[in-house]
């Protein structure tokens, strides 16, 4: 049971999502706690389609308010005399059942958190759901049809309610029809949230080491100058805001800007310090009250915080648009940069997190020019003019990287660019493939062996040169950056682990986590600081065990099993797999994982381990089709050899004898028996030869 699915993995989505409510329905019975299934199933739906992150595990108070105010009403229709759904209550059943069965993800808030912000939101919903503004287009229209009648579930009759509503004949509230629209066009709406990458995690020192790093910017020691400077009493401006060139000439040498002030008339062409005062207004340091500049009160425990100021200076960096790259007078225009900043700037920070290897700028100038002709309608004008459009793009975005890599948030090496951003082989590529590219993607990759435009190629062919013939510049984040830029990947509901950041979770979530969201060599050091955090290793290794033993959900015990052997030393995830061969609870997951590791072959095998391994592969069969009429049509399809395969299972000593209990039924309708026992499979005869690994 995954709790993550990419946006194009439907069929998958659907399945678990559909074994996860019939598996909540039946615990919820047995609580006697309210659920609905259908709420249920949206609410999944919710977090898999119109979230950043998609972890259909964690819940904090913004999911469950738009769950609960936006999504439900926009998405679910209800009909006039239809009973209507508790769905406050079938959420707090469904964070009851995902803290019940260790699905919860360990970073999201508590249980009882959760449940409070639901608390604090359901007195809302029923006016969120009784507000038409809120609906989507399509629950509109029905709705509109149903109070006038129309028979919505019938095809037939909501056709011609369409086609009477085409020809104007239909009347509906046109005020609520356009403030619908409205949303819709503006992107104000939850349906298409667009999925972002997931990011490998990081490793990040404490924040007292951050802290000294943030001490020694020189761009923290002028802002914190500027404050000071402006103190509490404030100093004179003129009426367009900006230091008169008195103040301006003592600020330059007070802060050491470099600013050259000889035959300088006004402080506006003073471009660093310009810089530095517009900053500190963005960072909410200083402000211009009544022809005056103030420090502001409030900031004085962030100027004395260097890491919570080097943050806030950080984020300032996205509001400084004007002060950075605008046009200086109307001699000048902007770059296509100007337009796309912060979206820009966003896309090259994240590009860069968590990056293995530092970017060579020949890469990243390629990437940020193809977002621009993504962006704009380049005409048709010459090459010549478009290359000074982009030429001009360029050297604003070397100013944006020259303020982060004076902040720190960047550093800047010269090298060999490292082979993973050299060209792209797609010489076999399927020619259907090249050709649903866009020409500048095929260029970007530098297309080697690819059927392209001569002229196409040659520029591919010159960016490889740019890469290989010498050093080239390369960027990366700095640790304050990285920190930075994880913080506002958080704020924006993205997935951002953090190397360290389970070390207090319980062993189940620790594993869950670590299968779904971690690359191998971080799991490792992750789970080596979770067992260092517990004092004792064979108690935290049994509480790691424990937890897959515990795990009702087949396919997630196996997946947990598998994360915790590949992420121990060496020789000890094979010595623990051959251990619990011996545990009558983790036999068949034990004996799974060493099957798939070429550690033990069916000739070395008993009969009853043989048994295990075939029941153990249709429960998770079961559980992959998504249980119910998947797993009924999954049995169906594998013709008669499914009968002897089920009846062995059954016969079999696997410990989860409510799963077999499941797939005697799914198995009793899918194949047609009314019976409650199948034929045997006759015994196969061991082996003879030696046991072990194959050679």
Known sequence: MRMRFEPEAEEEFEAACGLLVDRLARWAGGQALPV????????????HRATADGRLGLWESRHVEELLLSWLPEQVTELP?????DAPGTLRTLLRYLHATQLADPRGPALEDSLAAVDATAGQYPAAMADHTRWGIAKFWAMTAAEQGVDVLDGAALQRF????????????QQVLDVIMERRLTGNTLHGVARAEPQLPVVLPPDGELRRRAEASAVLAQLR?????AGQDGRPVTATGRLRMAEARELVDVLGTGDRIEGVHSSADLPRLGLLVEWAKKARLVRVVKGRLYAVAKARPVLADPLQLWLRAFDACFELRQALIGPRSGW??????FDVYEHILDDVLNTHYSLPYPMPWPRLRDSVQLAYRARFQLDGGSDLRHRMWFEHADRDLRTVLDLLDDLGAIERDRGMADPVFLDIDLSDADPELLADMPPELVELLGVAGAATDPAARERADARREELTAGPVELIRLTELGTKAVRQRLLAAGRDAPLVGELAQAPAAGLLGVLA????????RTELAGWITARGEREGALRQLTDAVRTMTFRTRAQAMLDVLLAALPDGEGERLL?????????APLALNALAHRELLFPEDMTDAESLLVLAESLLQLVELAGGGDGAEETLRAQGPQARDAVAAALDSAHPDRAGLDELRQ????ALGTHGARFGRVPKTRRSSGKSGRRR
């Open 36 to 47: 609905d299934g259908f709420t249920a199933e949206r609410a999944l739906d919710y977090r």
């Open 81 to 85: 005399g239809e009973e209507h759904a």
């Open 162 to 173: 369409a086609e009477r509503a085409q020809r104007g004949e239909v009347v509906y509230d």
């Open 225 to 229: 100058g500027l404050a000071e400077w």
């Open 332 to 337: 000048h225009v902007e770059s296509m940069l």
């Open 516 to 523: 779904e969201n971690y690359d191998p060599d971080a799991a």
């Open 578 to 586: 051959r251990t619990l061969r011996r545990d009558t609870q983790l």
């Open 666 to 669: 799914l198995a009793a309708r």
